[in-house]
């Protein structure tokens, strides 16, 4: 069935640094790929997302691009920042609509 | 607008009793989704309602769960003679359609002693 593997965390880094949260999948067809991130103590929400293949989604400085060959997402950013602390989560939209999960990392920044 | 809110908030049962956790949906959403986050599985699937047709409960983890969603609305996620390893926060998420973006809620936190 299809599934999501994301780097395990947790990852911490200095204010500043250069982000990379690798994300890869399996799926049959052709999938819609997110990143939702959890900021502590608040809900689920979306982050970005990419509908086809060589799609950029990009938010609030983060970017992801759906990689049909390599079947990857991996999530970036050039500068995070303190309130870049949360749990990032990458997803995958089935057939149905529902979404596959990957485990969720966890990043820290520290000031 | 309003997000999309449950209730309750936390829930501490005992275990082998009923518990019913409650979702309302963005008003005009017509998709709606239950996910369980647990520390040891993550983010899990449990059910999805698409306006008037069946539901698809692949995702249920045992005939104690069950969900209705009463007038294409409001739904209920009900479990029976719960178990400890039920304790979970339970999402609720809706969408204007399946292949729109997904609303999620605060979730229920729920404790099974």
């Known amino acids: ?111 | 607008g309003a997000g999309v809110s449950q209730s309750p908030s936390n829930k501490v049962t005992e275990k082998g009793k009923d518990v019913e956790l409650r979702c309302d949906p963005i008003s005009g959403h017509t998709a709606l989704y239950w996910y369980r986050q647990s520390l040891g599985q993550g983010l899990e699937f449990l059910i999805y309602f698409q306006g008037n047709s069946a539901p698809d409960k692949s995702g249920l983890p045992s005939d104690r769960f069950s969900a209705e969603r009463t007038g294409g609305s409001v739904s209920t996620l009900t479990i029976q003679r719960t178990q400890q390893e039920d304790s979970a926060v339970y999402l609720c998420a809706s969408s204007l359609n399946r292949d729109y973006e997904q609303f999620f809620g605060p979730g229920t936190r729920l404790t099974v002693l």
């Not at chain 1, 599934?3 to 911490?12: D, H, I």
């Open chain 1, 1 to 111: 069935g299809d599934s999501v593997t994301q780097m395990e965390g947790p990852v911490t880094l200095s204010e500043e640094a250069c982000l990379t949260i690798n994300c890869t999948y399996t799926a049959t067809g052709y999938p819609s790929l997110f990143w939702y991130v959890q900021y502590p103590g608040e809900g689920l929400q979306l982050l970005l997302k990419a509908t086809k293949a060589d799609d950029k989604g990009s938010n609030k400085g983060f970017e992801a691009t759906y990689r049909k060959e390599t079947t990857s997402f991996h999530l970036e950013k050039g500068s995070v920042q303190v309130s870049d602390s949360a749990v990032y989560f990458c997803a995958l939209s089935s057939n149905t609509g529902k979404l596959i999960f990957g485990q969720g990392t966890t990043l820290q920044v520290k000031p």
